[in-house]
C-alpha cells in the first residue's frame, strides 16, 4: 500500500488542523493504521492508532483529549484531527500502516510498521 500525508502547515497555540493521509490499494480496509511525528533532533514518536475496522483508536498521553484519528475506508483514507495545538505538537508528521497482527502487539512502535507515508510539516507558533 502507498501512503500520501497532507494537511500540514502554520498554525498559531490553540488553533487545529486536520491531517489526511490517502492510501492506495484495494487491501486498505485491512491494515492498523498510525501516525507519528519527529521534531528536530528527536527521535520519531507515536501519535495515535486505529484498529482496521475504526473500532480501537489509540493515543500517545501527549496528545489524549486534544487530538482524534479516524478512518474511512470507503475512501482509502484516514484523519488526524488536530485540536488546541501547542508549540511543543511541532514536527513533520507521518501515516503509517502495518498488518493487524503486528498492529495488535506493536501499535505505538514506528519500528514495526511496513509502509510509511512521505509526511507533513505541522508547525505551531506561540
Known amino acids: 500500500v502507498q501512503l500520501q500525508a497532507f494537511g500540514g502547515g502554520l498554525v498559531q497555540t490553540g488553533g487545529s488542523l486536520r491531517l489526511s493521509c490517502a492510501a492506495s490499494?484495494?487491501?486498505?480496509?485491512?491494515?492498523?493504521m498510525g501516525w507519528f511525528r519527529q521534531a528536530p533532533g528527536k527521535e520519531r514518536e507515536f501519535v495515535a492508532a486505529?484498529?482496521?475496522?475504526?473500532?480501537?483508536?489509540y493515543y500517545a498521553d501527549s496528545v489524549k483529549g486534544r487530538f482524534t484519528i479516524s478512518r474511512d475506508n470507503a475512501k482509502n483514507t484516514v484523519f488526524l484531527q488536530m485540536n488546541s495545538l501547542k508549540p511543543e505538537d511541532t514536527a513533520v508528521y507521518y501515516c503509517?500502516?502495518?498488518?493487524?497482527?503486528?498492529?495488535?502487539?506493536?501499535?505505538?512502535?514506528?519500528?514495526?510498521?511496513?509502509?510509511w507515508g512521505q509526511g507533513t510539516q505541522v508547525t505551531v507558533s506561540s
Open positions: 486505529i484498529s482496521w475496522s475504526g473500532g480501537n483508536s
Open positions: 503509517a500502516a502495518t498488518t493487524p497482527s503486528i498492529f495488535s502487539a506493536y501499535r505505538s512502535d514506528y519500528t514495526k510498521y511496513n509502509y
Open positions: 490499494g484495494r487491501t486498505f480496509s485491512s491494515y492498523g
